[in-house]
């Protein structure tokens, strides 16, 4: 299983991960990013076919601001720092 959340908090809003995962991340009026399905509370899990765009966006954020995990986040993007 596959979970992810975006630490808002640290997000600089540079737009790589709807680029490559716009089904999963989606942007506010200020271009800060959130999952989408649930939003952004990382208790949804992710659909296999897009879990390698949610891998990729992780390694392509400059700020470290998507978290990855095989547990839920209830919200919570620094649970498992
Ligand atoms: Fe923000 Fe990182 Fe996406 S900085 S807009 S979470 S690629």
Redesign the pocket.
């Given at each position: 299983k596959t979970f992810t959340i975006?630490?808002?908090e640290?997000?600089?809003?540079?737009?790589?991960?709807?680029v490559?995962a716009p089904e999963v991340?989606d942007?506010d009026d200020d271009?800060?990013?959130f999952v989408y399905f649930d939003k952004n509370q990382g208790n949804a899990e992710i659909p296999g076919e897009l879990v390698e765009d949610v891998l990729e966006?992780n390694d392509?954020?400059?700020?470290?601001?998507?978290k990855v995990s095989n547990m839920p986040f209830n919200g919570d993007p620094t649970k498992f720092e």
């Open positions: 975006v630490n808002r640290t997000c600089i809003a540079c737009g790589a991960c709807f490559t991340f942007y271009g800060i990013s966006a392509g954020c400059p700020s470290g601001s998507i």
